[in-house]
């Protein structure tokens, strides 16, 4: 089981245009990966989580984007708290 650090997302428009949600995440190194990626390993075992500005949280799957009524699946988040800046959305785009 390894532990894998994300420090930005990267965004797409949803197929309605309604709104931007995340495609995937980058970690420190640069790595590019898809929710799709990030959901497999998580089912493998492995864990992910945001770090920023000595931040952290826990990367979870869930099945749908959490905007009404769309359908991009699947779709990763991290649990609201205290602070909004180790929340996966809110992190710099990568």
């Known amino acids: 089981m390894a532990t894998l650090t994300v420090t930005g997302v990267r965004k797409e428009a949803s197929a309605d245009g309604s709104h931007r949600h995340i495609e995937g995440v980058c970690t420190a190194d640069g790595t590019h990966y898809t929710r799709s990626q990030v959901v ?3 089912d493998a075992g492995n864990i992910w989580k945001t770090s920023v500005g000595g931040y952290e949280a826990t990367i979870r799957k869930v099945t749908y984007c959490p905007r009404p009524r769309c359908l991009a699946t699947p779709y990763i988040e991290t649990k609201a708290d205290s602070t ?7 992190l710099d785009e990568c």
Do not use: A, F, R, Y
């Not at 909004?84 to 809110?90: S, V």
């Open 40 to 42: 497999d390993s998580i």
């Open 84 to 90: 909004k800046k180790d929340n996966l959305e809110n």
